[in-house]
C-alpha cells in the first residue's frame, strides 16, 4: 500500500499540527536559533539572559508542543500516525535531523574548536562554548568546556521530552516514575551534583569529575591512572568514591540486577538510556527486529565488552607495572586476580547453567574467554609502555602521534566506543537506526547486566496464557529489537538480555499479555509448544514430551 | 510423501502447518489468494492508523516458510474435486493432495442492503479491505464522513481508525445498547458513553434502510430505518458480523451448515478432508461454545489439534474454559469463564464501575451454589491462568473476590481496585441478605 509521507507540518489528520503544537515548534526552534546564532559568533551581550532565554524557549517548546499533542485527548495509547509521520519513519526530516546530530557530534567530539573552545584571547571562549560561561561560573567558577555545554543541553532534553513522555503515558504509572527517575538521575547526579563538587577542588584538594551512577565500564576511563590518582590523594572522600565504584561493580549492581533485572540501571537510571527513553522515544519503533539483527547484536556487544575489560586490564596493569612502589597491588598480583575471578566466573556458569546455555552462546563465549586470558598472559609478559604504535596507520592519516601500546588501545576505545560509537552513531543516528543502537549493540555495562539478567535475576515479562492475538505491536514498539511477539504468541516469558524493561511492549498491548515481573526463578524461563486455552491434555502431551 | 495442502494462510490454517511440520516430514502446501505471507488480521486496523506497517503484522520473517519447508501458494481455489484428491484453482490449474484442511476462515455479512456493491462501501476483514479503505477514506477532505452500520468488535475498530485520521463518524447499531448481546447492561453503557466521549456520533436502535449513490456509482449517503433520516457520507463500512468463507464449495459435496460441517475430530463428512478455524461448524456445540467460533485463538487451538490428528495421534478438539479479550478504543476488555449479557435464570450478577467511568468488572456467580462462572473486566488486567486455575477447581464467588489481588496483571506501580471491589461485593451481600 503507498501510504504518503508528509513533510509539511501542516496536513491531514492525524499528521497535522493544532495551534498549540505550532506555537511549540516556534519557540522551541527560537530557543535553538538563539545557540545557532551564537554559533556563528553573533556577539550577544549580557550572556546570561541569552542563555536563560534560549534555554527556557527549548523546554518550554517542548512543553507546549507536548500539551497540544495530548492534553485533550484521553487517556490511552498515543501511536497514530507514528509510521506517517516523516520524523519518526524515517523520512526527510528524519534524514536531516541524523545528519545534524551527527555533525554536532564530530564538531562536539573532535572540533571544538568550531564552537568557540578557547578561540578568544587568553584562551577564553567565544561562540557557543561562550555563551555557557555565565552557567559554568555560577556552577564551578570556570569557564565553560564543550562537555559543560554538552551536558547542560543533554539535561534539557532529558527534562524537556521526559515532560512530554509523562504527559504521552499519562495512564501509566510505572512509565511515568520511570521517567520521574530518569529525569532526577540525570539532573542531579550527571550534572548538578559533579558541577557543584568541581567547585570543591581547591590547589590541595581536588576529585575527578565524578558521576556516581556512571559505573565501568560504561565509564570506560574509570582506571586511568589519573583518576586512581586523584581518588588516592583524596584522602578519604576520594578512597570512599574509589571503593564504592569498586562496590557497584561487584555487589550493588549485581544484587539490584537479581532482584529486578538490568531495567533497574538501563530505562531508571542510565544517562544514555535517559536520553534514549525521552528524547528517542520517537524513534523507538526504527529498531531491526530481524534474527539477523540479533546475530549482529551478540557478536557486537560482547565483543565491545571484551575490548573494554582487555583495555582497562591493560591500562592498570601497565601502571601497576611502572609505578610499582605507589600502589599496593602489584601488576602480576592484579592479573592474577583478573584472571582467577574470570575463569571461576566463566566455569560456574558452565557448569551450573549448562541448561540454559545453547551451543552457539557456549562456542561464542569460550572463544571470548580464551582470548582474554590469552590477552592476560600476554600482558603479564610484556610491557605496553614500551611499545610504541604509529596512530597514522589506524587513522586514515589524521593522527600522525605515537602512543604507547596501552595508551593507544585508550585513545583506540575512547574514539572508536566512546566517541563514534556511543555518541556519533548512537545519538546521532536516532532518527534512523532507533534509539537504543549503542545500547543494545555496543554497552559492555549492557553486555555484563545482560549476562546477569539472562541467568541470574528473578526479572521477565510474563505472558498471559492464550490471550495474544500476534498483532506485532509490542515487537514493533520494543526498542530493543526483541521480537517480542515470537513469545507472547507462544505464551513464553520474556527473559532476554538485552531487555532494559522500558515497559512499552506491555502498554501499547491491546489484549493485556504482557507484564514486567519479579518472581520466583523456578518456571522462569517456560517454554510451550501449546497455550493455555486448549484440551487440558493436550496441552500437557504436548508440553511435556 | 504425503501431501498435506491448506487452503487459507490465516493463523489456523498457519498454525496447523507449523504442527505438523515439528511432528512430521510431510510435504505441507499453504494456499491463499489473500496475501504472500501469513499476517495478524487482527493488526489490520494499526496499520490503517499508522502505528504499525504491513511488515509489522507478519508474524514470521519471510525466510521462516522455506526453512521449515512449507510451500506457499498464491491462488484462488475455486473447486474442490475430492474423489481425485485435487484442487482446481480460478485459473484452471490443479492441485494433488492426500488431506486437506479447509481454513478459509470468514467474510463479511451482507444482508442484501440496497445499495450494498457501491463502490465505498467495505467491510473491514481482508487485507484488501484496508486497501480500499486506504482508497476512499485517505483522510477527512475526501471522506467527509463515513457510516458505519453494525455494533461488534469490528464496528468498534473501524470507528477508531477512521476517527485517528479525523474523519467524521456515524455509528448505526441495531441494539438499544452497544453489544448488548455479549456484554451486561453496566459494561454496554459504559462503552456508549465511551464511544460518545472520541466524538464519534453514536446512534442506538437504529438500522440501515439502504445506501444511496451518486451518479458516478459511488457511496453519497445512507438512510436509516427507523426514522428515515438521511446521513450524507462518502464510505460505508459493514461490520454486521461475519460468516464462513465457504461459497467455492458449495457443489464440493462437503456437507455445509452455515461453514463446513465438522465433528469433534474436526473431520468432514469427505476422509482426509478437514475444517479448522472461523470457516468450521461444529455438529452440535461445546458447552456454551457457539458451533461457529470466529475467534483468533479457537482458529489457533483447532490447528494445534488437527495437526496432532494428521500425524497419527487422533485428537477431539476440547477446549477449554471460554475466555477471550478486546479492545474498545482506548478501554481493554477481557473475560474469562461465561458472563451472559442476558443473565441465565441461574445466574447472579456483581457489578462495580469505577467513579473515572473506564474501569469496571461483571461477575458471574451460581444463586444456589454460588459456584464462580465467570468475569468480565474493563480497564483492569487480568491473570488468564488464576481464572483458568479457579473455574477448574469450581472456586466460589466469595474465595474469588477475596482473591482477586492473585488475578491482578496491571503493570507495576498502578493503582488497585481489589478492596474497592470486594467492599461493593460485601455491601450488595449483607443488602441481598
Not at chain 1, 517454554?527 to 486448549?534: A, R, Y
Not at chain 2, 447472579?348 to 469505577?354: D, K, L, N, R, S
Amino acid at each position: 500500500m503507498a501510504v504518503e509521507r508528509n513533510m509539511a507540518l501542516t496536513g491531514q489528520p492525524p499528521k497535522s499540527l493544532n495551534t498549540k503544537q505550532k506555537i511549540g515548534v516556534l519557540i522551541g526552534m527560537t530557543g535553538l536559533l538563539i545557540l545557532l546564532l551564537a554559533t556563528f559568533n553573533l556577539n550577544l551581550p549580557n550572556k546570561a539572559i541569552w542563555l536563560t532565554l534560549s534555554l527556557s524557549a527549548i523546554t518550554a517548546g517542548i512543553i507546549i508542543f507536548s500539551k497540544g499533542a495530548y492534553d485533550k485527548k484521553l487517556e490511552g495509547i498515543k501511536n497514530d500516525a507514528v509510521w506517517f509521520n516523516s520524523m519518526s519513519s524515517r523520512g526527510v526530516l528524519a534524514w536531516i535531523a541524523g545528519i545534524a546530530l551527527t555533525g554536532f557530534y564530530v564538531i562536539l567530539y573532535f572540533f571544538a574548536d568550531l564552537l568557540g573552545l578557547g578561540q578568544g584571547a587568553d584562551g577564553t571562549n567565544t561562540g557557543l562554548i561562550a555563551l555557557f560561561d555565565p552557567l559554568s561560573y555560577a556552577f564551578k567558577n570556570e569557564q565553560a568546556s564543550q562537555w559543560f555545554v554538552y551536558g547542560t543541553l543533554y539535561t534539557i532534553a532529558i527534562i524537556g521530552f521526559g515532560i512530554k513522555f509523562i504527559m504521552k503515558y499519562k495512564h501509566n504509572r510505572y512509565e511515568q516514575l520511570r521517567t520521574v527517575s530518569v529525569i532526577f538521575f540525570q539532573t542531579a547526579f550527571a550534572f548538578v551534583i559533579p558541577e557543584l563538587m568541581a567547585r570543591l577542588n581547591s590547589d590541595t584538594f581536588s576529585l575527578p569529575y565524578n558521576d556516581l551512577k556512571n559505573m565501568w565500564p560504561l565509564n570506560y576511563y574509570a582506571f586511568e591512572q589519573w583518576r586512581v590518582d586523584q581518588f588516592i590523594n583524596a584522602q578519604t572522600i576520594g578512597l570512599f568514591f574509589l571503593i564504592l565504584a569498586v562496590l557497584m561493580i561487584f555487589v550493588i549492581s549485581p544484587w539490584l540486577t537479581y532482584k529486578y533485572g538490568k531495567r533497574w540501571y538501563c530505562s531508571w537510571v542510565c544517562g544514555c538510556g535517559g536520553l534514549a527513553e525521552t528524547a528517542g522515544d520517537s524513534f523507538r519503533q526504527l529498531s531491526d527486529k530481524s534474527v539477523k539483527a540479533w546475530k549482529l547484536e551478540r557478536w557486537m556487544i560482547h565483543t565491545v565488552l571484551v575490548f573494554s575489560v582487555i583495555m582497562t586490564v591493560a591500562t592498570i596493569s601497565t601502571f601497576l607495572g611502572y609505578d610499582s612502589t605507589k600502589y599496593w597491588f602489584t601488576k602480576n598480583a592484579f592479573l592474577i586476580s583478573v584472571g582467577v575471578f574470570l575463569t571461576l566466573l566463566f566455569a560456574g556458569i558452565l557448569y551450573y547453567k549448562r541448561n540454559q546455555l545453547n551451543k552457539s552462546a557456549v562456542a561464542g563465549a569460550s572463544g571470548f574467554f580464551i582470548f582474554t586470558i590469552a590477552f592476560l598472559v600476554l600482558i603479564s609478559f610484556i610491557d605496553l609502555s614500551q611499545i610504541q604504535i604509529q596512530a597514522k596507520y589506524f587513522s586514515f592519516g589524521l593522527n600522525n602521534k605515537s602512543y604507547a601500546a596501552d595508551s593507544a588501545l585508550r585513545a583506540f576505545y575512547g574514539f572508536g566506543i566512546g566517541s563514534i560509537f556511543s555518541g556519533v552513531i548512537g545519538t546521532g543516528f536516532y532518527p534512523i537506526l532507533g534509539n537504543r543502537v549503542w545500547c543494545r549493540m555496543g554497552c559492555p555495562m549492557a553486555g555484563i547486566l545482560g549476562i546477569q539478567q539472562r541467568l541470574f535475576s528473578k526479572f521477565r515479562i510474563t505472558t498471559n496464557g492464550g490471550q495474544c492475538i500476534s498483532c506485532g505491536n509490542c515487537s514493533t514498539y520494543c526498542e530493543m529489537g526483541i521480537d517480542v511477539r515470537s513469545y507472547a504468541q507462544k505464551g513464553e516469558n520474556i527473559v532476554r538480555s538485552s531487555c532494559v524493561g522500558c515497559g512499552i511492549c506491555s502498554a501499547v498491548c491491546p489484549r493485556g499479555v504482557l507484564k514486567l515481573e519479579n518472581d520466583n526463578l523456578e518456571g522462569r524461563i517456560n517454554s510451550n509448544e501449546i497455550l493455555l486455552g486448549n484440551d487440558v491434555d493436550l496441552m500437557d502431551y504436548v508440553n511435556n514430551k | 510423501m504425503e501431501h498435506i495442502v491448506i487452503i487459507g494462510n490465516g493463523i489456523s490454517g498457519v498454525t496447523a502447518a507449523r504442527h505438523i511440520r515439528k511432528m512430521s516430514d510431510k510435504k505441507i502446501t499453504l494456499v491463499s489468494a489473500e496475501t504472500d505471507y501469513f499476517f495478524s488480521r487482527t493488526a489490520l486496523m494499526y496499520i490503517y492508523m499508522g502505528h504499525m506497517k504491513f511488515e509489522h503484522t507478519q508474524p514470521y520473517e519471510n525466510w521462516f516458510w522455506e526453512k521449515n519447508r512449507i510451500e506457499l501458494k498464491k491462488g484462488f481455489v475455486s473447486k474442490i474435486d475430492h474423489q481425485k484428491n485435487q484442487l482446481i484453482f480460478e485459473e484452471g490449474e490443479s492441485l494433488q493432495y492426500d488431506k486437506l484442511i479447509i481454513a478459509t476462515g470468514s467474510k463479511p455479512n451482507k444482508f442484501g442492503w440496497p445499495g450494498q456493491d457501491l463502490n465505498g462501501v467495505m467491510g473491514m476483514y481482508h487485507k484488501q479491505d484496508l486497501e480500499n479503505l486506504e482508497k476512499y477514506a485517505p483522510n477527512n477532505k475526501t471522506c467527509k464522513r463515513a457510516v458505519i452500520v453494525g455494533g461488534g468488535l469490528i464496528g468498534i475498530e473501524l470507528a477508531e481508525m477512521l476517527n485517528s485520521r479525523g474523519v467524521p463518524v456515524t455509528f448505526l447499531v441495531r441494539e438499544d445498547s452497544f453489544w448488548n448481546g455479549v456484554l451486561p447492561a453496566g459494561e454496554s453503557g459504559m462503552i456508549n458513553r465511551h464511544i460518545k466521549n472520541h466524538h464519534i456520533d453514536l446512534r442506538l436502535g437504529s438500522n440501515l434502510k439502504e445506501i444511496i449513490s451518486d451518479e458516478e456509482g459511488k457511496v453519497k449517503s445512507i438512510i436509516i430505518q427507523e426514522t428515515g433520516e438521511e446521513i450524507a457520507c462518502n464510505v460505508v463500512g459493514l461490520t454486521a458480523g461475519v460468516s464462513p468463507n465457504i461459497d467455492f464449495l458449495k457443489e464440493s459435496g462437503i456437507e455445509l451448515g452455515r461453514g463446513v460441517k465438522v465433528n469433534r475430530f474436526l473431520e468432514t463428512n469427505i476422509p482426509n478432508i478437514y475444517a479448522i478455524g472461523d470457516c468450521a461448524e461444529q455438529h452440535e456445540a461445546i458447552g456454551n461454545r457457539r458451533p461457529i467460533e470466529a475467534v483468533w485463538y479457537t482458529g489457533r487451538m483447532m490447528g494445534e489439534t488437527v495437526a496432532q490428528t494428521i500425524c497419527g495421534n487422533k485428537l477431539e478438539y476440547k477446549p477449554g474454559h471460554w475466555f477471550n479479550s478486546a479492545k474498545f478504543l482506548d478501554i481493554e476488555y477481557q473475560t474469562y469463564g461465561w458472563v451472559f449479557g442476558k443473565p441465565k435464570e441461574y445466574e447472579e450478577q456483581f457489578h462495580w464501575i469505577h467513579q473515572d467511568d473506564t474501569k469496571c468488572v461483571t461477575v458471574s456467580y451460581h444463586k444456589e451454589t454460588r459456584e464462580f462462572l465467570g468475569i468480565n473486566t474493563f480497564g483492569i488486567r487480568m491473570r488468564h491462568e488464576i481464572f483458568d486455575k479457579w473455574l477448574t477447581e469450581k472456586r466460589d464467588v466469595d474465595y474469588v473476590m477475596a482473591h482477586l489481588i492473585e488475578a491482578n496483571f496491571n503493570p507495576e506501580f498502578f493503582k488497585h481496585f481489589e478492596k474497592d471491589i470486594l467492599n461493593a461485593f460485601q455491601k450488595q451481600q449483607t443488602i441481598n441478605a
